[in-house]
């Protein structure tokens, strides 16, 4: 009798848990669909990266809709001469708006599905963190407290940042399975950081970057000191993983970078990293880092109740061993956010293209958010029995905090109704691109074309003009050359009955043709480098072993 009776309260407790966390998520539900509220009442939040995303938004959905599942180039751009920024720009963003496009039969409502849905995860991703560290009901407040988040919040209506609002709702994910494989070493965990890496990779490559940097370092920290060698072997497998998964993009990106300017051409120096770390500077002229000091200084006031764990470190003496790792964690991000770590950014260049140093805002955001949750019922309760001016001015710099996100934030952002997004869809079409995308053969404003094919004293026609494939027919001349309204890029390949064709750029980067003297018939076509083709096999391989450790009974009972 007592062991049935023991098994039915077993059974009852797991209820009780499922219920309550039912109840959580079913909250971080409504939350998330709030914190899009004013965009679904005033249109989606704009900015300068806007327009930047649907030009390569809607070139990528016309491509996935005739069957080509990664496209290599993107044609449209520059006016015809298109440019190979879909090499560069990670793809996962892109396929989600397009899948969104293709359920709704509308960009603007897949825009908004695709923020709602973003926002669902970025909550759901901090509540999977957190509950491993805390209780069920802090978990549930350090999820809605990320979602509030000054620097989150700016993400999505002030800068527009969507690609890394996407990787600020995955990163949550890899920390919590980071934490989940330290704590109990099961291959599961490693199968789910894996994949998270993967995604975060896909995603955004700055965050990528800066996400990469934070979990080694929440991993050394957070690693079980007596098992430590099995939790490093998973993961560092969960890493490699990761990388393999995702080399389907990285591959071809890293091996192309000496093919694009990457801000060489007419330079920008509000990009570079140097000049925008956090009190760098308090000049009006840098809008960047002058925005976002009064950013950060609102995302301090956001988390102050997090200073109990340093001020009354004594009393919370368990609480605070428990939480260090993350304490930790917050404290390298805003390190790395200001002009002290400048040292270390010199010497890693991958962190150098990151451009902006306050990025890892998302990181502190995160972390302080955790930290947030877990003191924040010692101040309401007064359990550390503070003194009630004390108490007012904590939790009224929250509040202070908030009323300034949503009075300045998302009240004064730049909201574009359906009608004025929809006419700025018709316009992005052909747009420059980012000087970064740019080949280096080419240059921004390259020479005005009557039509795609020019040849000097030989009639052409042009019988087929496809993003990646053209072709078309030159009458017999004297030898010479075609110039093609596109850009050289080595992947182009040109070639007549079964020949190749000599090309090379002109000087304004359009490629140049050699033709013989004799009729032709050209094809041209953007070929991938067997690297590629090596990369989606490694990239296959990587998630049949990803989703194996995830599934399957071997690996189960190898835990």
């Known amino acids: 009798m007592s062991s049935q009776a023991t098994h039915i309260a077993t059974t009852t407790l797991s209820a009780g848990e499922f219920f309550t966390t039912k109840k959580n998520i079913v909250c971080l539900i409504v939350v998330a669909l709030l914190f899009i509220a004013p965009a679904l009442i005033y249109g989606v939040p704009a900015n300068k990266d806007l327009l930047n995303h649907f030009r390569f938004a809607l070139p990528f959905f016309d491509s996935l809709s005739t069957g080509h599942l990664y496209p290599g180039w993107l044609a449209e751009s520059n006016s015809g001469y298109g440019d190979p920024s879909f090499r560069f720009y990670p793809p996962a963003l892109y396929y989600l708006l397009s899948l969104a496009r293709a359920i709704t039969g509308n960009w603007y409502v897949a825009t908004l599905f695709s923020l709602g849905l973003l926002s669902m995860v970025g909550a759901l991703g901090m509540y999977f963190w957190t509950r491993s560290i805390l209780s069920e009901s802090s978990a549930m407040w350090a999820a809605i407290i990320y979602t509030l988040a000054p620097y989150h919040v700016n993400e999505l209506y002030q800068a527009f940042l969507l690609a890394e609002f996407a990787g600020a709702a995955v990163l949550p994910f890899a920390f919590g399975f980071v934490e989940r494989v330290c704590r109990r070493g099961r291959y599961r965990d490693a199968a789910g950081l894996a994949a998270t890496y993967t995604l975060l990779v896909f995603t955004h490559l700055p965050l990528a970057v800066i996400g990469s940097l934070a979990l080694g370092v929440y991993g050394f920290v957070r690693i079980d000191r007596q098992r430590w060698w099995k939790s490093f072997r998973l993961l560092l497998m969960a890493a490699a993983m990761g990388l393999a998964a995702s080399a389907v993009y990285w591959m071809r990106m890293v091996a192309e970078l000496k093919w694009i300017t990457i801000n060489s051409v007419d330079p920008d120096n509000s990009v570079d990293y140097s000049h925008n770390f956090l009190f760098s500077t308090f000049s009006a002229d840098n809008l960047n880092v002058w925005w976002m000091n009064i950013l950060a200084v609102i995302t301090f006031l956001f988390f102050m109740p997090g200073l109990a764990l340093f001020v009354r470190r004594a009393r919370l003496e368990s609480r605070f061993v428990q939480l260090m790792p993350v304490t930790f964690l917050t404290l390298t991000a805003l390190f790395m956010a200001l002009p002290f770590s400048r040292p270390l950014w010199k010497m890693l260049p991958a962190l150098q293209q990151i451009q902006f140093p306050w990025r890892w805002l998302a990181v502190f955001s995160m972390a302080g958010s955790l930290l947030t949750a877990a003191t924040l019922p010692l101040w309401l309760r007064n359990t550390l029995q503070w003194r009630r001016p004390l108490r007012l001015i904590v939790l009224g710099s929250m509040l202070v905090s908030v009323a300034f996100t949503l009075a300045h934030t998302v009240r004064e952002a730049e909201y574009r109704s359906r009608q004025q997004f929809e006419s700025d869809l018709q316009s992005v079409r052909g747009t420059a691109s980012v000087n970064y995308w740019i080949p280096v053969w080419a240059s921004p404003h390259p020479e005005t074309m009557k039509s795609e094919v020019e040849t000097s004293n030989r009639s052409v026609a042009v019988k ?96």
Do not use: Q
């Not at 087929?464 to 027919?473: A, I, K, L, T, V």
């Not at 032709?520 to 990369?535: G, H, M, Q």
């Open 464 to 559: 087929e003009w496809m993003p990646e494939h053209r072709s078309f027919e030159v009458a017999s001349g004297n030898a010479g050359e075609a110039r093609v309204r596109t850009f050289y890029y080595p992947h182009w390949v040109a070639s007549s009955h079964g020949r190749v064709l000599p090309t090379r750029p002109d000087r304004d980067g359009a490629l140049l043709i050699s033709l013989p003297a004799d009729a032709a018939s050209v094809n041209l076509d953007f070929r991938e480098p067997r690297r590629t083709r090596f990369s989606v096999a490694l990239s296959a391989l990587s998630c049949l072993l990803i989703g194996f450790l995830a599934l399957s009974p071997f690996a189960r009972g190898r835990e």
